[in-house]
C-alpha cells in the first residue's frame, strides 16, 4: 500500500508557472514508476507526464512537453511536476498516482489531487 498526497495547486495567471509535489508514504518509493494526470470539469482524466524511479526513464503528454517537466527526489519520497507557460487550458484538478515494479504506463496507487486554476 502506498498513500500519496499533492501540494502546491492553486490559483495562477496565465503565462506563470507552478510547481506541483507528491509525498509518498513507503520504503520501495524508489522502485515505484510516479506519474501525474489531470481531469478537467466535464472531462475524463488524461495523462500529463510520467517518471521511472529508479531509471529516470521519462514520458509527456504531446500537449504538454516543452512546457511541463517531472522530476522526482528518492531520498524525499517526492515527484514534482513543474509547469510553465500555463495557460487556461490547463485548468483542472491534477493526481499523482504511483506504478508498481516502475511502470510508467500502469497505475495502482493515487492520491485525492491538488486543484490547478489558470485565470486568463
Known amino acids: 500500500q502506498m498513500q500519496l498526497v499533492e501540494s502546491g495547486g492553486g490559483l495562477v495567471q496565465a503565462g506563470g508557472s507552478l510547481r506541483l509535489s507528491c509525498a509518498a508514504s513507503?520504503?520501495?518509493?524508489?522502485?515505484?514508476?510516479m506519474g501525474w494526470f489531470r481531469q478537467a470539469p466535464g472531462k475524463a482524466r488524461e495523462f500529463v507526464a510520467a517518471?521511472?524511479?529508479?531509471?529516470?526513464?521519462?514520458r509527456y503528454a504531446d500537449s504538454v512537453k516543452g512546457r511541463f517537466t517531472i522530476s522526482g527526489d528518492n531520498a524525499k519520497n517526492t515527484v514534482y511536476l513543474k509547469m510553465n507557460s500555463l495557460i487556461p487550458d490547463v485548468t483542472a484538478v491534477y493526481y499523482c498516482?504511483?506504478?508498481?515494479?516502475?511502470?510508467?504506463?500502469?497505475?495502482?496507487?493515487w492520491g485525492q489531487g491538488a486543484q490547478v486554476t489558470v485565470a486568463s
Open positions: 498516482p504511483a506504478g508498481a515494479g516502475g511502470s510508467i504506463y500502469s497505475f495502482t496507487y
Open positions: 513507503g520504503r520501495t518509493f524508489s522502485s515505484y514508476g
Open positions: 517518471i521511472s524511479m529508479s531509471g529516470g526513464t521519462t
